[in-house]
């Protein structure tokens, strides 16, 4: 089974900063089926990013996502009110569906 | 509109049998794996279980193997999740969701607790 680190567990942040969220992998995710989800409290999560880069239907151009191999980032270029929110990556490269154990991202 | 909704959540005491189902409409669901996904309170997601579109294949975590079976009614448009010999770390709320470039479309989760 691929685990998933994310980190840090918790940003603090302020509006208008820029993000970075990064999920590392115990191997290499086939063909990069990395993807990232924004999850929001008492709500169900939200896909952002799949195939590491590739951005979701109704995604905001402030999301991206890079990286392969063992390492992903998702970055958020300007953080509005409704980015704060907890982010967990996701493998599908493997028949076992891993997700990271979730960076919150607060506001400072 | 693509739309998934869960049903069957409840108080279910240890060693007891939950049958959850997840409704699918807005789209053609013979066509997608679709998975479950739960979420223990104030934890993080887990990914439970996989079918394919045919529900010829299957795939479950360590966790849930030989307990939980996953299964599908194409002409019901309807996914599965019978859950057996439920422990108390079952507790979450359980998300159905369908696999389109990474699990792009997730209902809104149903609460199973699992006490006595």
């Known amino acids: 089974e691929i685990v998933l680190t994310q980190s840090p567990a918790t940003l603090s942040l302020s509006p208008g900063e820029r993000a970075t969220l990064s999920c590392g992998a115990s191997?290499?995710?086939?063909?990069?089926?990395l993807a990232w989800y924004q999850q929001k409290p008492g709500l169900a999560p939200r896909l952002l990013i799949y195939d590491a880069s590739s951005r979701a239907t109704g995604i905001p151009d402030r999301f991206s996502g890079s990286g392969s191999g063992t390492d992903f980032t998702l970055t958020i270029s300007r953080l509005e009110p409704e980015d704060f929110a907890v982010y967990y990556c996701?493998?599908?490269?493997?028949?076992?569906?891993?997700f990271g154990q979730g960076t919150k991202l607060e506001i400072k | 509109e693509v739309q998934l909704v869960e049903s069957g959540g409840g108080l279910v005491q240890p060693g007891g049998s939950l049958r959850l189902s997840c409704a699918a409409s807005?789209?053609?669901?013979?066509?997608?794996?679709m998975h479950w996904v739960r979420q223990a309170p104030g934890k993080g997601l887990v990914w439970v279980s996989r079918?394919?579109?045919?529900?010829?294949?299957?795939s479950y975590a360590d966790s849930v193997k030989g307990r939980f079976t996953i299964s599908r009614d194409n002409a019901k448009n309807t996914l599965y999740l019978q859950m057996n010999s439920l422990r108390a770390e079952d507790t979450a709320v359980y998300y159905c969701?369908?696999?389109?470039?990474?699990?792009?479309?997730w209902g809104q989760g149903t609460l199973v607790t699992v006490s006595s």
């Open positions: 969701a369908r696999e389109y470039t990474a699990m792009a479309t």
């Open positions: 996701q493998q599908y490269g493997s028949s076992s569906y891993t």
């Open positions: 191997q290499s995710v086939s063909s990069s089926y």
């Open positions: 807005g789209f053609t669901f013979s066509s997608y794996w």
């Open positions: 079918i394919n579109s045919d529900g010829s294949s299957t």
